[in-house]
């Protein structure tokens, strides 16, 4: 008896089959989106350009959460409490000696304890500095770390850090360094350059917010910075503000590169090599310049 073919018995099963696998393939539109998912249907529309947006969505899971951005706020809010709290102060909102004579602080004196360069990031010198410094990383490093990894997002962050305190060690070298500013301002730098060269792409109105928003914060903390180390007569040890521009230029390249690859291979990118190159060479030139170079004892 010879083979029976099914599709002449039943000629529209596979026009069936396709429809239904196509069918399972489209979206419910009359499913009710969870919590989840309209948290990151706004996050896409806030960080990505159009053409990226259905890739991400595919791909978009709240498991696990934006675990390195919290983890660094913690310890560096976990830093802060037990010098106002355990050390002893003379006042917990704005910390003085406590954090001076801390092994974490970047003292220009002490800096052949090279971890100073990035550690100083977990000190704060008072309150106002801590919370502007959290608020900051936390509404742009969650985001971030949703669409980007962790390791992306952590590798800018310490990048500015870096950088923060190694610009300050050159062009500021007499100067202490606490705070997280250089991470924050990596964070802003590279998140501003998208914004900027991803505007055509981004709803109009929401690209000229985000920039907008990002121009008069580092405005007005710039001209904080600028008054609290040139015209303010107070009293304590005179922190140096170059971190910030040493973290917004790192944030401005490699930050740019990062985050702007979404969907990409980095090392196939050129821009990406030119920027660790360029990094590499500014450490190198800080590293050398603080052995044999640096007015600071």
């Known amino acids: 008896m010879g083979d029976i073919d099914l599709e002449l018995q039943d000629p529209l099963r596979a026009d069936r089959y396709e429809k239904e696998r196509s069918e399972e393939d489209e979206p419910d539109e009359n499913r009710k989106m969870g919590c989840c998912e309209k948290f990151q249907l706004s996050i896409s529309k806030w960080m990505l350009p159009e053409g990226h947006r259905q890739t991400y969505l595919k791909r978009a899971n709240c498991c696990p959460p934006p675990i390195f951005i919290i983890l660094i706020s913690a310890a560096e809010l976990a830093v802060f409490i037990y010098y106002a709290v355990w050390k002893t102060q003379k006042q917990w909102v704005t910390l003085e000696d406590g954090i001076w004579n801390s092994p974490l602080t970047y003292k220009p004196e002490l800096r052949q304890e090279a971890w100073r360069f990035i550690s100083y990031m977990f ?20 985001p971030l ?30 100067s202490a360094l606490v705070g997280a500013s250089g991470g924050v301002y990596a964070l802003m730098g590279g998140y501003f350059m998208n914004a900027v060269v991803n505007f055509r792409e981004m709803i109009p109105l929401l690209g000229v917010f985000r920039i907008l928003v ?27 503000f170059v971190a910030h521009f040493g973290g917004i230029v790192a944030g401005m390249t490699i930050g740019y590169v990062f985050f702007s690859a979404y969907n990409t291979k980095l090392l196939k990118d050129p821009r990406f090599w030119l920027c660790i190159v360029g990094y590499i060479i500014f450490v190198l030139f800080a590293v050398l310049y603080n ?7």
């Open 145 to 174: 770390e949703l669409i980007h990894k962790g390791f992306e997002v952590g590798m800018v962050y310490l990048a500015g850090v870096l950088a923060g305190s190694l610009a300050s060690s050159i062009f500021d070298p007499l």
């Open 291 to 297: 052995i044999f170079l640096s007015p600071a004892p």
């Open 123 to 142: 000190v704060h010198a008072g309150v106002e500095h801590i919370v502007g410094n959290l608020i900051m990383q936390l509404l742009l490093g969650i």
């Open 214 to 240: 990002i121009v008069i914060i580092v405005g007005t903390d710039f001209g904080f910075a600028f008054y609290r180390r040139f015209i303010s007569h107070e009293e304590s040890l005179k922190v140096s």
